[in-house]
C-alpha cells in the first residue's frame, strides 16, 4: 500500500504578523490565522485524508483542529513536528535580528544556516526529528510519496521547507 504526503505550515499568529522569530515557542493563532485555518478546512475537504499528524505547540494544534475537524479526523501531536529552535533569535523581529546577528549563516534563507552558535539547532537536527518522525509513519501506514495526499503533517514554516528540500 502506498501512502501521500501533504505538508501545511499553521496559520497566522500575532508574531508572524509582527515578523517576529518564533522558534518553539508556544504562541497562538490571532483571528486572521483561525479565518485561515477555516479556509484550509475549505481546501482539504476533497482530499482523501486518513491521518494527521502536527507539532505539539499551540498554533500548529489550533491550525490543525481548525483544517480537520469536519473530517472527523483526531490529530496526532508530535514534538518532533516542532519549529527549529533558534535561540537568542526567539522574539526579535527579523529586522533587530538582522541587526545583532549579522553573520550571513543565521540566515534562515540561506541552506546551511545554524542556529546552535546562538543556542539553538541546526538543520541537520530539525531534518533528524522529522525524518524520524516519517519513519514511524511509514511504518506505521506504509510507504510514503510525496504526490496526491492522505496523511497530512501540519507544521512550521523552516523546518517545512527543510522537509521539502530535503526530498
Request: aromatic content about 6%.
Amino acid at each position: 500500500m502506498k501512502l501521500y504526503l501533504a505538508l501545511s505550515r499553521h496559520t497566522q499568529t500575532v508574531w508572524n504578523a509582527q515578523r517576529r522569530y518564533t522558534g518553539q515557542r508556544d504562541i497562538p493563532l490571532n483571528e486572521i490565522g483561525r479565518q485561515q485555518a477555516r479556509e484550509l478546512s475549505r481546501k482539504l475537504a476533497h482530499l482523501p485524508l486518513s491521518h494527521v499528524y502536527c507539532s505539539d505547540l499551540i498554533r500548529t494544534h489550533e491550525t490543525t483542529r481548525l483544517a480537520v475537524e469536519s473530517c472527523g479526523i483526531v490529530p496526532i501531536a508530535d514534538p518532533r513536528l516542532r519549529e527549529v529552535d533558534v535561540g537568542q533569535m526567539t522574539g526579535l523581529t527579523k529586522t533587530a535580528s538582522a541587526e545583532q546577528f549579522s553573520d550571513p549563516l543565521l540566515k534562515t534563507r540561506n541552506p546551511d544556516f545554524d542556529f546552535r552558535s546562538i543556542g539553538g539547532e541546526s538543520a541537520q537536527q530539525v531534518l533528524d526529528r522529522h525524518i524520524s518522525l516519517l519513519k514511524e509513519i511509514a511504518q506505521r501506514h506504509g510507504s510514503i510519496i510525496t504526490s496526491g495526499p492522505h496523511i497530512l503533517l501540519v507544521g512550521h514554516g523552516t523546518s517545512m521547507r527543510l522537509l521539502i528540500q530535503y526530498f
